[in-house]
């Protein structure tokens, strides 16, 4: 999912916290919110949106949050900045913590379901300079 979709971005606030977005996306412009909730198996967003043309139905239009997607262009989210790539290609292993019933539908990939730029940027964050 791409990381500038309000299902991700809703984790970036405070847990219970509702959160509402428009996204411009190639194929035109969508509002979405969303909420992460606490659960004993971690944290889950629940989210659900509209085209921009069905927003006037919808609590929370009237928000000034906005992001763009460039997906499925892969250089928007899929893959790590080249620099990033470069630094630590080969020295990370990540694994995910996944649902078996949603192993079927995770693309394909080194490692499904792992955002690879999300986990360089951890390590890189966390290396010793």
Do not use: I, N
């Not at 996306?25 to 992460?36: E, K, L, N, Q, S």
């Not at 892969?74 to 913590?97: D, F, I, M, N, Y």
Request: aromatic share 10%; proline share 9%.
């Amino acid at each position: 999912m791409c990381r500038s979709w309000t299902a991700r971005v809703v984790f970036e606030q405070p847990t219970g916290e509702v959160y509402h977005q428009y996204t411009d996306t190639g194929r035109g412009t969508f509002w979405c919110t969303a909420v992460a909730e606490q659960t004993p198996a971690g944290r889950f967003s629940v989210a659900v949106g509209v085209p921009f043309d069905q927003v006037r139905w919808m609590r929370g239009r009237d928000t000034t949050q906005r992001r763009v997607s460039g997906c499925p262009d892969p250089r928007c989210c899929t893959q790590p900045p080249p620099e990033l790539a470069r630094r630590w290609q080969g020295k990370v292993w990540p694994s995910a913590r996944a649902h078996s019933h949603l192993l079927a539908v995770m693309p394909p990939g080194v490692f499904p379901g792992v955002d690879d730029t999300e986990v360089l940027g951890f390590v890189a964050e966390h290396a010793r300079q």
